[in-house]
């Protein structure tokens, strides 16, 4: 249950994006999120809601696109998406694997629209 | 109109950033430094009291104990005459690195060997915080089942070494050694693995070796 700290970190990394800027809105915020990262997007989604209160992210939507792990095979060198992590490599059947993508934990773009007077 | 901004830095930059500053910190001050993670309950401090009289006089060790509430851990290895820093982390169910920073601050000046910090019983959060260690280590007990390593796969992929506790116990419990290692090195092919036991000592060799080799490989750095 660390998606608090994830998601007051998002608005901090929010907050020095737009540092130095005029004052905008942010309408989107996009997240990429590896199926290896331990964060439930749902979660993290309610605690970004609260923790964008009072800020100029207030309100915005979040969307989540969620990385598949990807994993090359230890004995037999083929990548391949696991949908399951502990599934044996489908050419091989070797299940030793080096993790090549799946760890994603980044804000990716913001949407944001002029704050008028 | 809508404008769109690209974003540069990850989520956990910040963290990332302080862990660095700490790696610095450790290597100068020429301390080694372990992340002890687990379950609540797997026998982390337990061990780390067997540890701690087992490395007496051979290196100097500290310890920072991370938990949300109390100072038991604390107080029971400081009977060890180990110097230990207790890290309440209010409601965090992880340590990162800036909730290390003050327990470094506190321990590094007594010129220590080896700081083994015991993160909060947890298998999801701590995996993906850093706090500027040098090998991070699981530790699963057998009373918990063989399971854990295929559901919390990301704890079991960043550590080095996968400590299997109580296998004292393993004649009154259903627990498969080989399926547990299995899953456990699926996406991690390179981890060690040592099983222990703090009440009789079996394995406690392997460990304090392992340790002494990790501090002279940190030396040697």
Known sequence: MHEVAVAQQMLEVIRRTLEGRPPVRVRVARLVLGQLTCVDPETLSFAFEVACRGTAAEGCRLEVERVPLRVRCTACGAEEERGDPMAPCERCGDRRGEVVAGRELQLTTLDVEEHGP | MTEVIRIQEGVLADNDRAAEDLRLRFRESGTCVVNLMSGPG???????????????????????????????????????????????????????????????????????????????????????????????????????????????????????????????????????????????????????????????????????????????KARGR
Not at chain 2, 134 to 148: F, I, N, P, R
């Open chain 2, 42 to 216: 797997a026998g982390k401090t337990t061990l780390l009291e067997r540890t701690a009289e087992a490395l007496q006089g051979r290196l100097r060790l500290g310890v920072a104990v991370g938990d949300i509430q109390t100072s038991r851990d604390a107080d029971r290895i400081a009977r060890h005459g180990v110097p230990v820093v207790q890290i309440n982390t209010g409601d965090a169910c992880h340590l990162d690195a800036r909730m290390v920073t003050p327990a470094a601050d506190h321990l590094l000046p007594l010129g220590l060997d080896l700081l083994i910090v015991e993160n909060v019983g947890n298998l999801v959060c701590p995996a993906e915080f850093e706090i500027g260690e040098d090998a991070k280590v699981v530790m699963l007990s057998v009373t918990e089942g063989a399971d854990k390593p295929a559901k919390y796969p990301l704890m079991f992929h960043v550590s080095r070494l996968m400590l299997v506790s109580k296998v004292d116990l393993l004649p009154h419990v259903d627990f498969s050694m080989e399926a547990a290692i299995a899953d456990a090195r699926a996406l991690n092919p390179d981890l060690q693995v040592i099983a222990l036991s703090a009440r009789t000592g079996e394995g406690l060799d392997p460990w304090i070796d392992w340790l002494l080799g990790l501090r002279d």
